[in-house]
């Protein structure tokens, strides 16, 4: 995933840029760069392949200084990872640009600019728009009047930054479908792609709004829409921004990363939504082509993403119609697999190094299916690489052993792909993707009811979780955080099964927690806890349409959420209450006994 820094200043800031890069490796990438204004007034630039530390070398073996420029981290979208791909891109030494996001119309574009005598030097879709600018500056001769143009002729999602050396001193940013904030300082002004990158610098950001245009100088911070009208922004004061791998206020890293999901979710979907659907290009080049001729989709993984792929088995059925297949990669690396016709190979791992998984992936490639698709959080890794098609969960640095925003992450991208394949009805969809960091807000907000409810499972030894539908997933995923955290057995079931053999175990000392949103199974389930409650079992509900006067059934009210997205919204609550059973037990929270974070041996 890209990351964007820029910043004006009455000083030398190419050091500035490269910490800012430092601070945004988290977010995946595969080359770097950053072009500045020198004393002259004209572009110097440095790129390199790979990580940021090689970028830093050869500014450490440059002359490179100036006080107006940008920087980037690049993930590879449109051509492979090298330096001719890498950002900054330039066009005549005149302008240079850094951009986020995918250009759906570049290829037309790339063809009116080679009539026109523009000349490639890369494979990106961004050196369309670098080329673009340079276009309608010779019409405009205004480097706002050239961007706003520019922007009108685009389709995708994208923020950019912006410099030239018409126009000295000063930093044009755009934000359109991928988040760009500006950041306010003493005698300096700043873009970036997260705070984080500026948060030694300043505290206080403006946060741009869709279809914004910053024109900034290191004195001054102008914004229009995209129309060319002037308008204001409120300006933010963080009164903390720390490192994302420190635990800050937090006392685990758990349970930082279960407050980090908002924002983990903002940063999955950035650049990749667009007009109520999911972009073309969101899984690669050519996925578009590739999944019009997907008629089965085969998921691989294990732990928490096995459980993830189960929750988008239901989606990719019953909202694109296509027959999906989930298995258990230390399972199907030692059978005779049956291939299915034009079958779509997807692996699910956070690490991407997931020994199993990376096995059952290569042989996979061995077996005759259409492709393979890696679903990922880490940039690089030998799932990844070894993928014909990839897609960065984008959740950042998880540290915690047992996975909270890294799951709900591959959770968001199963949907984004459900409707990728289906096409039919994205928009309510969409609008349901868009609510999702307000509702997990809503859910962190039941954290004090979690804790003091957590006090009642602490002397137990063993627990149910029942959910049905998508749901049972969520259950089954419930059951093995609070094994992995508090070493409590639990279980996890679809409610329908109770009376196939578990209601043997009901008694007065085992709880039994309940998934419920308001969904066509909802009668079903309530029926089934009705069947807990007739052998003296005790009955915790999640749940946004229930009441009870039954002193044994406890109800924990949700917000109302739509049925498609509700797995994701109450995968949290039960991280919640996992980890504050543990931490009442006094369990390594971080770090359970026995379980690391990337499983890389069979």
């Given at each position: 995933m890209c990351g964007i820094v820029g910043a004006v200043s009455d000083r030398n800031i190419e050091r500035v840029l490269l910490e800012g890069l430092k601070r945004l490796e988290y977010r995946g990438y595969d080359s770097a760069g950053l072009a500045v204004l020198d004393s002259k007034k004209q572009i110097e630039r440095l790129r390199a392949q790979g990580k940021v530390k090689q970028l830093e070398d050869l500014l450490n073996q440059s002359t490179l200084h100036g006080d107006t420029g940008i920087a980037h981290t690049r993930w590879a979208t449109h051509g492979i990872p090298c330096e001719a791909n890498a950002h900054p891109l330039i066009s005549n030494n005149e302008f240079v640009l850094?951009?986020?996001?995918?250009?759906?119309?570049?290829?037309?574009?790339?063809?009116?600019?080679?009539?026109?005598?523009?000349?490639?030097?890369?494979?990106?879709?961004?050196?369309?728009?670098?080329?673009?600018?340079?276009?309608?500056?010779?019409?405009?001769?205004?480097?706002?009047?050239?961007?706003?143009?520019?922007v009108a002729k685009l389709e995708g999602a994208y923020a950019l930054g912006i410099v030239s050396s018409h126009a000295p001193g000063r930093l044009i940013g755009v934000r359109h479908g991928?988040?760009?904030?500006?950041?306010?300082?003493?005698?300096?002004?700043?873009?970036?792609?997260?705070?984080?990158?500026?948060?030694?610098?300043?505290?206080?950001?403006?946060?741009?709004?869709?279809?914004?245009?910053?024109?900034?100088?290191?004195?001054?911070?102008?914004?229009?829409?995209?129309?060319?009208?002037?308008?204001?922004?409120?300006?933010?004061?963080?009164?903390?921004?720390?490192?994302?791998?420190?635990?800050?206020?937090?006392?685990?890293?758990?349970?930082?990363e279960i407050n980090e999901q908002g924002r983990a979710i903002v940063a999955n979907l950035e650049g990749r939504l667009g007009n109520g659907r999911v972009l073309d290009s969101a899984f690669g080049l050519h996925s578009k082509e590739l999944f019009s001729k997907a008629k089965h989709i085969q998921f691989i993984a294990c732990g928490t993403s096995f459980h993830a792929a189960m929750v988008a088995k239901y989606w990719i059925e019953s909202l694109a119609g296509i027959p999906c297949s989930v298995e258990i990669a230390s399972e199907f690396r030692y059978r005779n697999a049956v291939v299915q016709p034009d079958s779509l190979f997807v692996t699910l791992s956070q690490s991407g190094e997931t020994a199993d998984t990376l096995a059952a992936l290569r042989l996979a490639k061995k077996s005759g299916y259409l492709s393979t698709l890696a679903i990922c959080n880490v940039p690089h890794s030998s799932i990844v690489r070894e993928s014909d098609f990839n897609f960065m969960t984008r959740a950042g640095m998880e540290i915690g052993v047992a996975s909270t925003k890294a799951f709900t992450a591959q959770l968001v991208a199963l949907l984004m792909l459900t409707l990728s394949l289906g096409r039919k009805n994205e928009q309510p969809i969409v609008n349901e993707l868009l609510r999702l960091p307000k509702l997990i807000e809503q859910v962190i907000g039941l954290n004090p009811l979690i804790a003091k409810l957590a006090e009642r499972f602490v002397d137990k030894?063993?627990?149910?979780?029942?959910?049905?539908?998508?749901?049972?997933?969520?259950?089954?995923?419930?059951?093995?955080?609070?094994?992995?955290?508090?070493?409590?057995?639990?279980?996890?079931?679809?409610?329908?099964?109770?009376?196939?053999?578990?209601?043997?175990?009901?008694?007065?000392?085992?709880?039994?927690?309940?998934v419920m949103p308001n969904n066509e199974l909802l009668e079903k389930i309530k029926s089934n806890l009705q069947e807990v409650r007739a052998r003296g079992g005790e009955l915790y509900v999640f749940t946004d349409n229930m009441q009870s006067k039954d002193e044994g059934i406890h109800i924990i009210q949700m917000p109302t959420v739509d049925p498609v997205i509700a797995p994701i919204v109450y995968s949290v609550p039960l991280q919640l209450l996992a980890y504050h059973v543990a931490v009442l037990k006094g369990t390594d929270v971080d770090q359970p006994r026995n379980l690391a974070k990337s499983v890389t041996v069979e």
């Open positions: 850094v951009h986020n996001g995918i250009i759906e119309n570049h290829e037309t574009l790339r063809e009116m600019l080679l009539e026109k005598g523009y000349q490639f030097t890369s494979e990106t879709d961004t050196e369309t728009i670098v080329h673009l600018l340079h276009y309608f500056y010779q019409q405009k001769k205004d480097l706002l009047a050239a961007t706003l143009a520019t991928a988040p760009l904030i500006v950041g306010k300082g003493e005698g300096a002004n700043y873009i970036a792609s997260d705070t984080l990158a500026l948060n030694k610098h300043t505290k206080d950001f403006y946060y741009l709004e869709e279809g914004d245009v910053v024109d900034l100088t290191r004195d001054s911070i102008a914004i229009y829409t995209a129309e060319g009208k002037k308008v204001e922004r409120k300006l933010h004061t963080l009164e903390s921004n720390v490192d994302i791998a420190d635990r800050g206020e937090h006392r685990h890293y758990m349970i930082k030894e063993h627990m149910l979780f029942l959910g049905r539908g998508a749901l049972y997933p969520i259950a089954l995923e419930g059951a093995l955080k609070m094994k992995e955290l508090s070493y409590i057995h639990a279980e996890g079931y679809p409610a329908g099964e109770l009376k196939h053999g578990p209601l043997a175990l009901v008694d007065k000392n085992m709880p039994v927690i309940a």
